[in-house]
Structures are given as structure tokens and as C-alpha cells.
């Protein structure tokens, strides 16, 4: 059993950052996602790591402005944030698969945050 808790979340204004945590619980050899969730819309991809922390992915909306990284002594995920847009603005979910292997398929993901709301203003 995985148990995932995001933190980081809040208002920020256009061009602004955030850095969102994902402190895990359990076993540590998983890979871990980021999604996110406006209103009305579907879950989406933004990031994934592999369980060594060696590989990242990112969707192309947020690539060369996400950076994902992992400290393993730590069990937290990190996503920095930077150059915030208005299109940012949504539920931040983090997710993870015993797999050590990235995904950027929602379905592939077995254990799931609360999720933190992150809200970037014009």
C-alpha cells in the first residue's frame, strides 16, 4: 500500500512559480505522475519520474517549465513550476506504480492523492 499527500499548492500570478511536494509512504522502488484536473476537463499528464530519479517525462504544454525531480531519503516528489499561465490552473494530483517505470496513462497508476489546487491568476 502506497499512500500519497501533495502539499504546495495556492495562488500565484501569471509568470510566477510553485513548487509542489508528494510525500509517499510505503514501498520506495515506484515511479510517480503528476496530473491535473480543471473544471469540466479530463485528467491530464503533466510529469512523471522513474523510482531511481534519473528520468523525467513532461507533456508539451509544461516542458522547459516543469521540472520533476525525486529525493528517495526523503520520499517526496517534487515539481517545480515555473512561468505560470492562466492554462496552469487546476487540481494537482500526484500518482504512483509499483512499476519503477514512468507512465504517462492515468490507468497505470494504482494508488492516488487528494490532489492540491493550484490557481494562477491573469
Known amino acids: 500500500q502506497v499512500q500519497l499527500v501533495e502539499s504546495g499548492g495556492g495562488l500565484v500570478q501569471a509568470g510566477g512559480s510553485l513548487r509542489l511536494s508528494c510525500a509517499t509512504s510505503?514501498?520506495?522502488?515506484?515511479?510517480v505522475g503528476w496530473f491535473r484536473q480543471a473544471p469540466g476537463k479530463e485528467r491530464e499528464f503533466v510529469s512523471g519520474?522513474?523510482?531511481?530519479?534519473?528520468?523525467?517525462y513532461y507533456a508539451d504544454s509544461v516542458k522547459d517549465r516543469f521540472t520533476i525531480s525525486r529525493d528517495n531519503a526523503k520520499n517526496t516528489v517534487y515539481l517545480q513550476m515555473n512561468s505560470l499561465k492562466s492554462e496552469d490552473t487546476a487540481v494537482y494530483f500526484c500518482?504512483?506504480?509499483?512499476?519503477?517505470?514512468?507512465?504517462?496513462?492515468?490507468?497505470?497508476?494504482?494508488?492516488w492523492g487528494q490532489g492540491t489546487q493550484v490557481t494562477v491568476s491573469s
Open positions: 500518482a504512483a506504480r509499483t512499476n519503477g517505470l514512468g507512465s504517462s496513462t492515468p490507468n497505470d497508476y494504482a494508488y
Open positions: 510505503g514501498r520506495s522502488q515506484y515511479a
Open positions: 519520474i522513474n523510482w531511481i530519479g534519473n528520468r523525467g
